[in-house]
């Protein structure tokens, strides 16, 4: 089974500034797509921004852009120019597509505050 | 907006009851998903399906039955429910490769 690694608990930016949320992942198939998720206090789960492993450009989504580095097997999310809504618990996810049968696993978190 | 429901939104009971979380979504999606969520830890996958009368198990399936009959339903059954399973629960459903829309969890509080 993939395995998804948040090492930041937690993380403080400054408003109006860039922020990497690190994820690693361990997979042994080649076709895969990795997910980031934003949970406001409120609960739900957002969804961020999409990355398959054989997109040759990083995936960009407004604010919100991917680190995606293949070899090294990382995945982070970086956030610009960030804003006091941007405060939140983001999480990082990982499907496996070969199989028809297949789950969504999700890492840690880590909870990101916003300074003014 | 996605159209996934999940019923009820809180719920206090007592241990040993029995209990069913539903949900419901209406996009027609194949995969369905349910997750437990300590307040802001990670999710824990719990079942799943792919389809029609196929279930897998998770994590943290071992006290939990869900059954998908319809494409549209996915319920999730505690037979006995126990103080360690306060938590909040939560459903997700999506197609084969794209990302999974979730519901707004069920609160469940076992005292």
């Known amino acids: 089974a993939q395995k998804i690694t948040q090492t930041q608990p937690g993380m403080f930016v400054q408003e109006k500034e860039a922020v990497t949320l690190d994820c690693t992942y361990d997979?042994?198939?080649?076709?895969?797509?990795l997910f980031w998720y934003k949970q406001p206090s409120s609960g739900e789960m957002i969804f961020l921004i999409y990355?398959?492993?054989?997109?040759?450009q990083n995936a960009t989504e407004g604010r919100y852009s991917l680190n995606f580095q293949k070899a090294r097997k990382s995945a982070n999310l970086v956030i610009s120019a960030s804003q006091l809504g941007d405060s939140a618990m983001y999480f990082c996810?990982?499907?496996?597509?070969?199989?028809?049968?297949?789950?969504?696993?999700f890492g840690a978190g880590t909870r990101l505050t916003v300074k003014p | 907006e996605a159209d996934i429901y999940q019923t009820p939104r809180y719920l206090v009971i007592g241990t040993g009851k029995k209990i069913t979380l539903e949900c419901s979504q209406t996009m027609g999606h194949d995969k369905m998903y349910w997750y437990q969520q300590d307040p802001g830890m990670e999710l824990h996958l719990i079942h799943y399906s792919y389809g029609v009368n196929s279930t897998e198990k998770g994590d943290l399936s071992s006290e939990s039955t869900v059954s998908r009959i319809r494409t549209e339903h996915f319920p999730l059954t505690l037979e006995s429910a126990r103080p360690s399973h306060t938590s909040q629960y939560l459903c997700a459903s999506s197609r084969q490769n794209t990302e999974a829309f979730f519901g707004q969890g069920t609160r469940l509080t076992v005292v």
């Open positions: 990355q398959g492993s054989y997109d040759e």
């Open positions: 996810a990982m499907r496996d597509f070969p199989y028809n049968n297949n789950d969504m696993r």
């Open positions: 997979t042994s198939d080649q076709s895969y797509g």
